[in-house]
């Protein structure tokens, strides 16, 4: 068993930064991809960042240039700084995780959501 706890969001005014947080924790061997997503309400959950072992990261369109994804694998961590904030990015932000877990079955584990509002 294996999860996701995420902090960080709140509102903040366009233009503004935001930092989340994902902490991993529980039967975990290794971590192969952090990733965060987002969904808006009306739309579909959509990927926004992921970072890989060997920590190549992949950003959507929309995010390229303002948004910053990291992880510390000693705390089994990832973050997501984001920066230049826009309106279109109100959303709820999912943390997801794949690895390895300790009895040898890989997971594939979902944060609960952390709000993130932009607005003046």
């Known amino acids: 068993q294996v999860q996701l706890v995420e902090s960080g969001g709140g509102l903040v005014q366009p233009g503004g930064s935001l930092r989340l947080s994902c902490a991993a924790s529980?039967?975990?061997?290794?971590?192969?991809?952090m990733a965060w997503y987002r969904q808006a309400p009306g739309n579909q959950r959509e990927s926004v960042a992921s970072?890989?072992?060997?920590?190549?990261?992949n950003y959507a369109d929309s995010v390229k240039g303002r948004f910053t994804i990291s992880r510390d694998n000693a705390k089994n961590t990832a973050y997501l700084q984001m920066n230049s904030l826009k309106p279109e990015d109100t959303a709820v932000y999912y943390c997801?995780?794949?690895?390895?877990?300790?009895?040898?079955?890989?997971?594939?584990?979902w944060g609960q959501g952390t709000q993130v509002t932009v607005s003046s």
């Open positions: 997801n995780v794949h690895g390895k877990s300790l009895r040898g079955p890989n997971f594939n584990s």
């Open positions: 529980g039967s975990i061997f290794s971590i192969f991809l």
């Open positions: 970072i890989s072992g060997s920590e190549l990261t």
